[in-house]
Structure formats: C-alpha cells, structure tokens
T-cell receptor
Framework: DGGITQSPKYLFRKEGQNVTLSCEQN?????MYWYRQDPGQGLRLIYY???????QKGDIAEGYSVSREKKESFPLTVTSAQKNPTAFYLC?????????FGPGTRLTVL | GQQVMQIPQYQHVQEGEDFTTYCNSS?????IQWYKQRPGGHPVFLIQ?????EVKKQKRLTFQFGEAKKNSSLHITATQTTDVGTYFC?????????????FGTGTRLLVSP
C-alpha cells in the first residue's frame, strides 16, 4: 500500500527543545517537501529536496533543518530558534508536479 | 514574490446550493492545481489545469483556468455534505527554474443538511 507516513500524529514539546518530525514515502518519488499550515492560512514551504543528499530552503526555513540521506526519508527538525513552532506540519512528495501529502503532525510547544 | 489569493475565505451553504471559489495570482502561471482538505485531514490533489481557458469537470465539480493564466475557479453544483472542507488552489511558476507551487489561503466550505 503506497503512500506517505508521518509520525507522530500529535507531538508536545517544551519550549527550547529541538524536535524531529518523521516523513517516509514508498512511492519512489524523487522530490519531497515540508509545509507548515497555520489556522486560516495556506501552506507555506519550509524545505524541499529534489534528490538524495540535496535540499533547498523554502519560504520560511529559519529555525528548521532537514536531511535527505535516503530517497524514502525526509525528516524535519524544528529547532529552538523557531520563534513560533506550534503548527500543523505536512510532508509531501511529488510526481509530475502535484503533491501527495502525508497525514501531518500537529506540533504543540508548551 | 508570487502571491496567490483566494476568495471567499469562508462560505456556508445549504445542501443543494451551488458554491464557487476564486483564485487569483499576481504572476502568470504555468499551471494551477486544486486540492481539498477535509476537517482534520490533509490536502488531497483534485486536478491540474495547464492550458489557457481550460475547463475540466469531475462529476459536480467544474474547474476553469483563465485566459491569461492568472486566475482560476472551482464551481460545485448542488453541494452535498460530503463536500465540506477547505479548497486550496496552488499555482505553479517556473520563474525560479524550480517548479515552485504557491498555495492560496483556501476557502472553507460548510454545507448544512
């Protein structure tokens, strides 16, 4: 059953702690993306990777970091430098341009 | 930078009424995509429009791409409660050399039975 998995679904962290969100895909897609969604807003691009061992900053990369060591995996680390990390985080991959989204991780920083 | 605006932000209709959401880009697009996000869920791809003036239909949904490739619309005929969710347009531009997809702010649709 092909798709994108994100874990965990809900994540709570204390302020000042780094946290890593998992994203795995078995669709054999080269490109992967991380988006952030805040209430009443559209999706904003954090980072993207078009190929293994290469990634680029999106529109709101400050306070985030990623790695792409394997085609299937694109983890996102939310660092303590991110001023307002509480949000819904969506991972996606793409084929022919349109995005396949994972179920998302809702991060709450207390 | 490129901006994609959507109106209205929110619409509440009675089941059976029609619904339309409009999408406008500040720049010319290579294509436009539409996604639906159910409450508590993730966006799901609906359709992609590429040609100027293109119109595509999916059952009760009609999608249109403007002649200038800067605007688009989604029209739902005779809404049903299953249509509830937020509809996003997303415009793709090749200006940067990377196929960047910019999402609109979304239109939240609520359908009362």
């Amino acid at each position: 059953d092909g798709g994108i998995t994100q874990s965990p679904k809900y994540l709570f962290r204390k302020e000042g702690q780094n946290v890593t969100l998992s994203c795995e895909q078995n669709l054999n897609h080269d490109a992967m993306y991380w988006y952030r969604q805040d209430p009443g807003q559209g999706l904003r691009l954090i980072y993207y990777s078009q190929i293994v061992n290469d990634f680029q900053k999106g529109d709101i990369a400050e306070g985030y970091s990623v790695s792409r060591e394997k085609k299937e995996s694109f983890p996102l680390t939310v660092t303590s430098a991110q001023k307002n990390p509480t949000a819904f985080y969506l991972c996606a991959s793409s084929l022919r341009g349109h995005r396949y989204f994972g179920p998302g991780t809702r991060l709450t920083v207390l | 930078g490129q901006q994609v605006m959507q109106i209205p932000q929110y619409q509440h209709v009675q089941e059976g009424e029609d619904f339309t959401t409009y999408c406008n880009s500040s720049t010319t697009l290579s294509n436009i995509q539409w996604y639906k996000q159910r409450p508590g869920g993730h966006p799901v791809f609906l359709i992609q429009l590429v040609k100027s003036g293109e119109v595509k239909k999916q059952k009760r949904l009609t999608f249109q791409f403007g002649e200038a490739k800067k605007n688009s619309s989604l029209h739902i005929t005779a809404t049903q409660t299953t249509d509830v969710g937020t509809y996003f347009c997303a415009g793709m531009s090749s200006d940067t050399g990377f196929q960047k997809l910019v999402f609109g702010t979304g239109t939240r649709l609520l359908v009362s039975p």
